[in-house]
């Protein structure tokens, strides 16, 4: 079953981070509780029990990194058609602000970096739009309407 999408740049960036996370972490954690352990009594031990915390995490982020990798759909662009899809490259305007997103699945979104979900107000109302299009948006602060300038 398809639980989400991710670029051929988001699958990269998930395996970089899974393999971290076993090669490397594991490794330092294992070596943390190695040495919480040398201080001996383990019901009072902060050391240990917050490397034990930490392991816990590590782990459930890799099985959760495995389960995206397995079952996500990595969508590949077809070349610019003017049409907006996952992996595009969007110019749009809003009244007199002019921005750029690229569009990206869920695992990916980062708007800080200018990555929307598809599944994002703005990426659902901009999905397979053609350059040129006008869509309203309902945002946190009331409606808005975009215009799709281009599509990369």
């Known amino acids: 079953m398809v639980k989400g ?3 051929p740049d988001g699958v990269k960036k998930l395996q970089e981070e899974l393999s971290h996370l076993k090669n ?6 294992a070596e943390q509780l ?22 816990a ?16 759909k990595v969508y590949s662009p077809e070349p610019a058609n003017g049409v907006v899809q996952i992996g ?14 690229h569009i990206v699945g869920e695992q990916e979104a980062n708007p800080m970096e200018g990555k929307i979900s598809s599944d994002s107000p703005l990426g659902q ?6 350059k040129g ?5 309902l945002t946190p602060e009331g409606k808005k309407i975009y215009k799709i300038l281009g599509v990369e």
């Open 57 to 72: 995490f590590v782990e459930g982020r890799i099985l959760e990194l495995q389960d995206i990798l397995c079952t996500a």
């Open 133 to 137: 299009t006008e869509v309203t948006v």
């Open 34 to 55: 190695e040495r919480a352990l040398s201080f001996g009594d383990i019901s009072e031990n902060a050391e240990f029990q917050e490397a034990k915390e930490e392991q």
């Open 5 to 7: 999408y991710l670029t």
């Open 125 to 130: 109302s901009i999905l397979n739009q053609p």
């Open 24 to 29: 490397v972490r594991r490794k330092e954690l």
């Open 88 to 101: 595009s490259t969007v110019f749009v305007s809003s009244g007199r602000n002019k921005e750029k997103f």
